[in-house]
């Protein structure tokens, strides 16, 4: 089956940088979308993004489909930006579809 | 604040028993998915249900089932508890299907002893 997989695993910055992570995914997916997860637990959808890019105040996303990976930038991190980032494809299959989650990047921001 | 509750926030029960998860959606949402979120298996979609029928099936085991009623909210019931199925359960809806931006649920954490 298909694989998702994030790099990098774990990521430790001060306040104020930049970061960059990615999302491989082994085959072509009909839907990719970027996830928060705080150190409270709370899931939050950050990105729709099959292709092309978008942005969000500090956040902005880009998927290269024909090429199997998404990147989600970073800037000016604050500590609240702290948590797992996880993203997520979807495969329709017939009348079917399967979701299948990344690990996720484990984002610590430092004051 | 999603808009999408789940209760109870925390359960704690021995195994083989059994228990029930609700979700209610956003107002307006039809789409209602439940997620299995463990330290080993990490995020597992489990079910989609679309207003009120199942639309898609993820890793969900024999031993669990879902419904989605007519006022849109859904259960999550888990039967023959195993010590595995420990777990955070999450919900999230949608207003139609697996393209639109799901929201989720503060999540029921599910402890077996």
């Known amino acids: 089956g298909i694989q998702v997989e994030q790099s990098p695993p774990d990521l430790i910055l001060q306040e104020g940088a930049n970061s960059t992570l990615r999302c491989n995914f082994s085959?072509?997916?009909?839907?990719l979308q970027w996830f928060h997860q705080n150190p409270w637990g709370q899931l939050i959808n950050l990105f729709y993004i099959p292709s092309g890019t978008k942005q969000n105040g500090r956040l902005s996303a880009t998927t290269v489909a024909t090429e199997r990976y998404s990147l989600l930038y970073i800037s000016s991190s604050q500590t609240t930006d702290s948590g797992v980032y996880f993203c997520?494809?979807?495969?329709?299959?017939?009348?079917?579809?399967?979701?299948?989650w990344g690990a996720g990047t484990k984002l610590i921001i430092k004051p | 604040d999603s808009g999408v509750t789940q209760t109870p926030k925390h359960l704690i029960t021995a195994t083989g028993q059994r228990v029930t998860l609700r979700c209610s959606p956003r107002?307006?949402?039809?789409?209602v998915y439940w997620y299995q979120q463990s330290l080993d298996q990490g995020l597992q979609f489990l079910i989609q249900y679309y207003n009120g029928e199942e639309r898609a099936k993820g890793n969900i085991l024999e031993r669990f089932s879902a419904q989605q009623f007519p006022d849109l909210h859904s259960e999550l019931n888990l039967s023959s508890l195993e010590l595995g199925d420990s777990a955070l359960y999450f919900c999230a809806s949608s207003v139609f299907g697996s393209t639109d931006t799901q929201y989720f649920g503060p999540g029921t954490r599910l402890t077996v002893l």
């Open positions: 085959d072509s997916v009909n839907n």
């Open positions: 997520a494809v979807v495969l329709f299959m017939d009348s079917n579809y399967q979701l299948i």
């Open positions: 107002s307006g949402d039809l789409s």
